[in-house]
Nanobody
Framework: QVQVMESGGGLVQPGGSLRLSCVASGPMLGINALRWYRQAPGKQRELVAAMNSDGMTDYAEFVRGRFTISRDDAETTLTLQMNNLEIDDTGVYYC???????????????WGQGTQVTVSS
């Protein structure tokens, strides 16, 4: 069973920085896509940043230039570096890994439980 776990959330003042990490473990044959989502209170979950298997990245307009998605050389940890945080960045941040497994040869999206990010003065 593939498991995804996020960490690194917390409380930060506006203008501050946080670094989120996501670790995927389990019997994966490959990873097709990696994404960070967030969900603010009372709002729908929204895509924040994405990386495909080639390493190409894309960002939501509201975080472009402030957030950076990256993957370590061992390709086991996905990171979201968040700089110049704003109050509207508050929410639960989720990691989604689309991985190929023996049971899911066309890929399946595995979600983490989320990590809380609170931006407040």
């Amino acid at each position: 069973q593939v498991q995804v776990m996020e960490s690194g959330g917390g409380l930060v003042q506006p203008g501050g920085s946080l670094r989120l990490s996501c670790v995927a473990s389990g019997p994966m044959l490959g990873i097709n896509a990696l994404r960070w989502y967030r969900q603010a209170p009372g709002k729908q979950r929204e895509l924040v940043a994405a990386m495909n298997s080639d390493g190409m990245t894309d960002y939501a307009e509201f975080v472009r230039g402030r957030f950076t998605i990256s993957r370590d050389d061992a390709e086991t940890t996905l990171t979201l570096q968040m700089n110049n945080l704003e109050i509207d960045d508050t929410g639960v941040y989720y990691c989604r890994i689309t991985a190929v497994t023996e049971d899911m040869p066309r890929g399946y999206a595995f979600w983490g439980q989320g990590t809380q990010v609170t931006v407040s003065s």
